[in-house]
């Protein structure tokens, strides 16, 4: 059987199952991913090239409080040309910093917020085909404000930073309604409706493995 067949993966369920490649070229160096070119062996149906962004992966933080609202961010965002509204998140960018600090880091950063309670809500690769950047998008919940004399100073657009508390139940609706946008925002508002419908029973730990993240995932 040969190696395209995804012989051995369980129906439904991901799995990492690197192909060999070739070799790579460094297309373009940026600030804050890279461009890369891979020569991929597809074994029966032969080498394939392709080139993608290397992103170091990223974070978001879906903030409800205890009266099951919301957090949402309005930010610009330059490559649509678009105002959004958005869950705290940001990148991986400190070398082997735990997943949740990075987090944590950001929700203080963005909304000058702490939690107290934390849980892994939903994983996803904001675009495989083109991107190996993954999320992982916590639940964070018994927050409490960043004393003032220790809040972040907002800097670029983050200085421009607005918030609001909506109800989980009318965020969703703006999901489906077509006017949220962000892709962290539409998948953790998503994800948390549906777990909270479900008692909250899908969460998982925040130190469970994530295969996805660079550094893990195989070269």
Do not use: C, K
């Amino acid at each position: 059987m040969s190696r395209g067949t995804g012989a051995g993966l369980e129906p439904g369920r991901d799995a990492v199952a690197p192909r060999p490649v070739v070799s790579r070229t460094a297309v373009h160096a940026g600030r804050i991913f890279d461009v890369v070119r891979d020569d991929v062996d597809l074994g029966d149906a032969g080498v394939v090239t392709r080139e993608y962004l290397d992103h170091p992966g990223a974070v978001a933080v879906v903030v409800l409080d205890d009266q099951d609202r919301v957090l949402l961010l309005r930010q610009y965002r330059h490559p649509v040309r678009a105002m959004m509204w958005e869950v705290p998140a940001g990148l991986l960018d400190v070398p082997d910093e735990p997943a949740v600090d990075a987090a944590a880091r950001e929700l203080a950063e963005e909304a000058d917020l702490r939690a107290r309670r934390w849980d892994v809500l939903v994983d996803y690769a904001t675009t495989p085909g083109a991107s190996n950047e993954s999320v992982r998008i916590f639940l964070a919940r018994d927050v409490a404000q960043v004393p003032a004399a220790e809040r972040h100073e907002r800097t670029g657009e983050e200085a421009e930073i607005a918030t609001r508390w909506v109800p989980l139940a009318d965020a969703v609706d703006r999901v489906l309604s077509g006017d949220l946008h962000n892709p962290s925002a539409v998948v953790g508002i998503l994800a948390a409706a549906a777990s909270r419908a479900d008692g909250w029973s899908s969460l998982r730990p925040v130190d469970v493995e994530w295969p996805y993240r660079r550094g893990v995932l195989p070269d």
